[in-house]
């Protein structure tokens, strides 16, 4: 059985997932896909000398353009291998790609996993969780993470661009000034970037800058 794993870096990247290696089956093939402003650092790489590990680091930046590769990539594992003799997983956190899995099924064993190896224990990352969420940068990552992920909702339509922006926006804006303010500015940001759907973007990121002031 080839076991290959296929990772949007930009997007576990971004979403602070560190890696980890631990209990994967000897002899996996682990590929990176990169943009060309994307850098892999080298606590990402697995150092175990059973795995083969691949850097694709000369993707064009633009829409969706990670997702495109991995895509035809894995259609190329399902013209290779028989069905049978794969498992592909995909590491990213986009949902976009569970409806690429769901038409390719009758070509290939794949699936859509956040983590490469095997995660800490329940009760280990519960506590991490708690503690991290207590501290104010804690708080930010927990609000990003959610408006990234009401943002992936709406599937790979969002240019990247578009989806940095808004990001930023509310990274930006989240420096200690109080709720009414905060959204305000991103309110105005928004609008003035997006003057005919900025509406739509205030509704992605309401409920998350709200919780976050909770």
């Known amino acids: ?26 002899n ?5 896909f990169l943009t ?7 606590s990402d790489k697995p150092k175990k000398k059973d795995i083969d590990c691949q850097i694709f680091d000369n993707i064009p930046e633009g829409m969706e353009s990670v997702d495109k590769y991995i895509s035809a990539y894995m259609g190329y594992l399902a013209g290779v291998y028989d069905k049978e003799t794969l498992k592909v ?6 949902k976009g790609y569970d409806n690429v899995i769901a038409f390719m099924s009758d070509l290939i064993n794949a699936e859509r996993k956040e ?3 095997t995660p800490a224990s329940k009760k280990n990352t519960a506590a991490s969780a708690k ?9 930010l990552s927990k609000c990003l993470l959610e408006v990234e992920e009401a943002l992936y909702e709406y599937g790979g ?19 200690g000034k109080n709720r009414k303010n905060v959204l305000s500015e991103i309110k105005e940001k928004l609008y003035m970037r997006f003057p005919y759907i900025g509406e739509f973007y205030m509704e992605v990121v309401t409920p998350a800058v709200e919780d976050y002031y909770k």
Do not use: C, H, W
């Open 1 to 26: 059985m080839e076991t290959y794993y296929l990772i949007d870096y930009e997007n576990i990247k971004f979403a602070g997932v560190k890696l980890t290696y631990s209990g994967i089956p000897k």
């Open 28 to 32: 996996s093939n682990v590929i990176f």
């Open 36 to 42: 060309t402003k994307d850098k892999l650092t080298d």
């Open 89 to 94: 997983y995909i590491i990213s956190r986009n």
């Open 115 to 117: 983590q490469i190896g």
């Open 131 to 139: 503690n991290t969420v207590m501290t104010g940068n804690g708080k």
């Open 157 to 175: 339509g969002i240019p990247r661009q578009d989806f940095d922006f808004v990001i930023n926006t509310v990274r930006t804006s989240l420096n």
